[in-house]
C-alpha cells in the first residue's frame, strides 16, 4: 500500500510542478477551476497566484485547501493580497487531530477579501497569522459553492460541475 501511494504522489507531483501535499494539490486545483495563474516560486509570500480572467481578472489570491471546515483561516499581513480563495471539507470542530480522519474532498468554497478580513479582525480584537479566528457570519457572507452569498466571483455551472468531482 505504501509503495502505492507513493507512486500516486510522484504522479500528482510530476502533474502539479510541486511537492504533493493538500496544500500544494489544492492550489493546483483551484487554478485550474477558477482560472488563476501560480506564482512560478511555491514560496511567493502572502501569494498564490493571479486570476487570469472574469471580474477578479489580474487580482492577486491566496488559495487555502482545508481538508475540514474548523473556523480557522491562515492569513497574512501582505498588503499586496487582494483576496483568500479558500476550499474545504466538511464542516468540523476545531478539536485535536488525533484519531480523526481529513478526507480529501470539497464541499465548499469561500472568497473572502484580505483587506477587509483584516479589518473585521483588528476590530475584533483576535489573532492573525497562522490559525486565525473567522467566525460563522463570515464564512457564510463569503461562500462561493455550493451557494452563493458572494457576488464577487460567480461559480459557473462548468465550474461547479468540475467542483462536485471533489465532493464527499
Known amino acids: 500500500m505504501i509503495v502505492r501511494q507513493s507512486a500516486i504522489d510522484v504522479e500528482l507531483a510530476r502533474l502539479i510542478h510541486r511537492p ?3 496544500g ?4 493546483w486545483i483551484a487554478a485550474q477551476v477558477f482560472d488563476i495563474e501560480l506564482e512560478a516560486s511555491a514560496v511567493a509570500a502572502g501569494i498564490d497566484g493571479r486570476f487570469r480572467s472574469g471580474p477578479l481578472q489580474g487580482r492577486t489570491v491566496n488559495i487555502k485547501w482545508y481538508l475540514k471546515r474548523e473556523g480557522l483561516l491562515d492569513t497574512t499581513e501582505s498588503t499586496a493580497l487582494d483576496y483568500y480563495l479558500v476550499l474545504t471539507g466538511p464542516p468540523s470542530p476545531a478539536v485535536s487531530s488525533q484519531g480523526t480522519t481529513r478526507p480529501w474532498c470539497i464541499e465548499a468554497v469561500y472568497l473572502f477579501e484580505a483587506r477587509q478580513l483584516r479589518s473585521e479582525q483588528i476590530m475584533r480584537v483576535v489573532k492573525r497569522g497562522v490559525a486565525s479566528s473567522v467566525i460563522k457570519m463570515q464564512w457564510e457572507a463569503a461562500e462561493i459553492y455550493p451557494s ?5 466571483l460567480a461559480v459557473t455551472p462548468q ?8 465532493a464527499p
Not at 159 to 166: P, V
Open 24 to 27: 500544494h494539490l489544492g492550489e
Open 159 to 166: 465550474q461547479a460541475e468540475q467542483l462536485r468531482l471533489f
Open 20 to 22: 504533493m501535499t493538500s
Open 148 to 152: 452563493a452569498a458572494d457576488p464577487q
